[in-house]
Nanobody, 116 residues
Framework: QVQLVESGGGLVQAGGSLNLSCATS????????MGWYRQAPGKPRGLVAT???????HYADSVKGRFTISRGNAQNTVFLQMNSLQPDDTAVYYC??????????WGKGTLVTVSS
């Protein structure tokens, strides 16, 4: 059974930083794309950032210049360095993996809370 497990969430003051990590178990094949989505209370889940196996990145406009996505040396790991956090960044952050056979997998999420 494939599992994606996020870690690194928590409470931080506005202007602070957090680094989220996502590790995969039960998957021996590489992901075509990995990424992060987030869902704030009362809002739909939305894209934060993605990164392809080749290293091409894509960011939501709201996080450009503040967040950086990267993949680990183990190809099925992904990180999200979040700087200059603002209260609007408060959400549950979900890790995402898309295989070359177009199957997607999701983690259960990690909560990020930014206080003003």
């Amino acid at each position: 059974q494939v599992q994606l497990v996020e870690s690194g969430g928590g409470l931080v003051q506005a202007g602070g930083s957090l680094n989220l990590s996502c590790a995969t178990s039960g998957n021996s094949f590489p992901y075509k794309t990995m990424g992060w989505y987030r869902q704030a209370p009362g809002k739909p889940r939305g894209l934060v950032a993605t990164i392809t196996r080749a290293g091409t990145t894509h960011y939501a406009d709201s996080v450009k210049g503040r967040f950086t996505i990267s993949r680990g040396n183990a190809q099925n790991t992904v990180f999200l360095q979040m700087n200059s956090l603002q209260p609007d960044d408060t959400a549950v952050y979900y890790c995402y993996g898309l295989t070359f056979s177009w199957t997607d997998y999701w983690g259960k999420g990690t909560l990020v809370t930014v206080s003003s």
